[in-house]
């Protein structure tokens, strides 16, 4: 019968063991992204961490781990810029969108295709939307 301190030794170990596989994906997938790596470094690197994967996954955090540190900040500064110049563009057509349901309003009335009162709503509905 397994006792509590059992349980939480096998929770130890299994925490331990996805800590680990973390790390070594995270190691593997920096090295593809890392650009100033080679082919033949990145297929060193791979070879190391295939045959002696925690030495090789400590010497790199060691070895590369500012790197590592500077591409992911990086590349999340280029996605926060990345969200925000979508946010501009959207927030931005907004009034452009507004301009256009009034025309095409506008459109319809000249045409007859309704009424003053009903493009009165249209233009009312479209300045409330911006």
Do not use: H
Request: proline share 1%; hydrophobic share 55%.
């Amino acid at each position: 019968m397994n006792s509590f301190w059992d349980f939480l030794v096998w929770l130890f170990w299994f925490y331990v063991i996805i800590a680990c596989i973390w790390i070594f994906i995270t190691v593997f997938v920096d090295i593809f992204r890392d650009n100033t790596l080679n082919g033949w470094g990145k297929a060193l690197w791979v070879l190391f961490l295939v045959f002696l994967p925690f030495l090789a996954a400590f010497i790199y955090l060691i070895a590369r781990g500012r790197g590592m540190a500077e591409r992911n900040a990086a590349r999340a500064a280029e996605a926060q810029a990345a969200n925000a110049d979508y946010i501009r563009t959207v927030a931005g057509s907004s009034s452009s969108s507004t301009a256009a349901e009034i025309e095409k309003g506008k459109q319809l009335l000249d045409s007859g295709a309704i009424t003053q009162a009903e493009f009165d709503a249209l233009k009312a509905k479209a300045l409330q939307g911006a």
